[in-house]
């Protein structure tokens, strides 16, 4: 995640406080990749009580006019009309040939006002050309910090410092409030695989909330955590992170477990025509794997099938939660039965793996996703 200093998160005085050296940067912005504290305390505290997370180098982008809908819908897989103001989803874009350049979170905030969230893909390259002639204002949002708030103690924490009725925001639902005085927009949502909050604030504001938090978060057990806390939870959560878990730089939706995004009942979308014929040229498919082994394995080795290279291994942990090591893993389809064992093979040695069901953990999704919550 290296790459050249372009931006600063307000944060970072914070961060340098909590024992960062800032080892890595995402986006332009150097990242809190470790703090002082182990990242195993990290993950304890998002996993039985909360932690907060500054995930202020996302890339956030507003799109807004009459035409904005249209434009979205000409470069998402998925439809973004059926999203009704104060809801987001997941979506991606492909390029020409229906490969994957970049993994989009869309806010609507009213009918022709959106937000759009992303990584370190082409979304702004492929907004800007398309559009080019059209009634809409395409603006990059670098001034918006985003505190991320994750764990089952997060709504007892915010509720009581909130305008509006946190308890009653569902999974992908966003609303604007004013939190402890300060206007910001509230989103149930995070990158955790636990209940979480992010919230959208100024950078004027974002010191005095990443502190109110961690003030009234306190006799929860709440604590700030870092980046590498962050890929643990996720990656135990089976969340793909983009590009790292698209090694070939040129997989499709169907390739890497995100069918669910791409939406071919809508009318022509960038990549359409390519998508329904890839559909049936699927070269390798998303699994999870589970490693015999005490470490974690470096993210690139390769698996072996009978002598054979069959497939990547691509994002990895090990769980000290679960107990084990595991990884998120590419595999030729006809190898891709649950179970089924390879030779794990990188730079630490040689090791036996075998694919298992994502997520590894809260296979239900019981965490984000409450019985009682599903319709």
């Known amino acids: 995640m290296n790459a050249a200093v372009t931006r600063n998160s307000i944060l970072n005085e914070r961060h340098v406080q909590l024992g960062t050296k800032f080892e890595s940067s995402w986006n332009g912005m150097p990242l809190p990749q470790f703090y002082a504290t182990d990242p195993y305390d990290e993950v304890a505290a998002v996993r039985t009580r909360a932690g907060l997370i500054d995930v202020s180098s996302l890339n956030l982008v507003n799109v807004r006019g009459p035409e904005a809908l249209a434009l979205l819908n000409e470069v998402l897989t998925s439809d973004v009309e059926k999203l009704k103001p104060g809801q987001s989803a997941i979506s991606n874009i492909v390029d020409d040939e229906g490969s994957l350049i970049d993994d989009v979170l869309v806010y609507r905030n009213a009918a022709h006002d959106f937000r759009l969230s992303h990584g370190s893909g082409k979304l702004e390259d492929v907004l800007a050309e398309f559009a080019a002639g059209r009634d809409v204002v395409v603006e990059d949002d670098t001034d918006t910090h985003v505190l991320s708030l994750q764990g089952p103690a997060a709504l007892a924490i915010l509720s009581p410092h909130a305008s509006i009725d946190l308890g009653s925001l569902r999974y992908f639902e966003h609303a604007p409030a004013l939190l402890f005085g300060r206007p910001v927009t509230l989103a149930r949502g995070g990158y955790s695989a ?60 169907w390739e890497v477990g995100a069918e669910w995004t791409v939406d071919l009942d809508k009318p022509a979308f960038r990549g359409k025509d390519a998508l329904v014929r890839r559909k049936e040229e699927v070269r390798v498919v998303q699994r999870g794997m589970e490693i015999d082994h005490h470490e974690q394995i470096e993210p690139g080795a390769r698996l072996f099938k009978e002598g054979k290279d069959v497939g990547s291994l ?62």
């Open 194 to 253: 636990e209940r979480g909050y992010e919230v959208f604030c100024t950078a004027a504001d974002a010191v005095f909330l990443w502190d109110s938090i961690l003030e009234v978060g306190q006799p929860f057990g709440a604590m700030a955590v870092s980046w590498q806390s962050l890929d643990i939870v996720r990656v135990e959560g089976g969340l793909l992170f983009f590009p790292f878990d698209m090694p070939k730089g040129d997989e499709t939706p």
């Open 314 to 375: 691509n994002s990895s942990i090990y769980s000290r939660h679960l107990m084990r090591s595991i990884a998120l893993v590419h595999v030729l389809p006809e190898l891709g039965a649950f179970g089924t064992e390879f030779e794990v093979v990188g730079p630490q040695g040689r090791f036996i793996g075998r694919l298992v069901k994502t997520p590894f953990y809260d296979p239900l999704r019981l965490r984000t996703h409450p019985l009682e919550e599903r319709g």
